[in-house]
């Protein structure tokens, strides 16, 4: 029980930071949802696709750090 709690607290913290208004924070959160976060959904029984695709509906960031978020 305890764990669940843990894992969502983790993701829900990720979607907070990919709406942070500092790019850099934004951005790498924003890679981590992309990579980590699908799994981390599953595991918390949430359709990986919900996470890819709320990350993918997100406002564009600034054009320096949408490079990075690419990449």
Same mark, same amino acid.
């Not at 979607?15 to 924070?25: E, H, K, N, R, S």
């Given at each position: ?6 894992? =969502? ?6 979607? !907070?930071? =990919? &709406?942070? %208004?500092? *790019?850099?924070?934004?951005? &790498?959160?924003?890679? $981590?949802?992309?990579?980590?976060? *699908? %799994?981390? =959904?599953?595991?918390?029984?949430? /359709? *990986? #696709?919900?996470?890819? %695709? $709320?990350?993918? +509906?997100? !406002? !564009?960031? *600034?054009? #320096? &750090?949408? /490079?990075?978020? +690419?990449?």
């Amino acid at each position: 029980m305890h764990e669940r709690r843990f894992l =969502a607290a983790i993701l829900l913290r990720a979607v !907070a930071d =990919a &709406q942070d %208004g500092d *790019p850099d924070l934004a951005a &790498q959160a924003r890679r $981590w949802l992309a990579d980590v976060g *699908p %799994g981390l =959904a599953e595991l918390l029984d949430i /359709s *990986p #696709e919900r996470v890819t %695709g $709320w990350v993918n +509906e997100l !406002a !564009a960031l *600034p054009y #320096e &750090q949408l /490079s990075l978020f +690419e990449n």
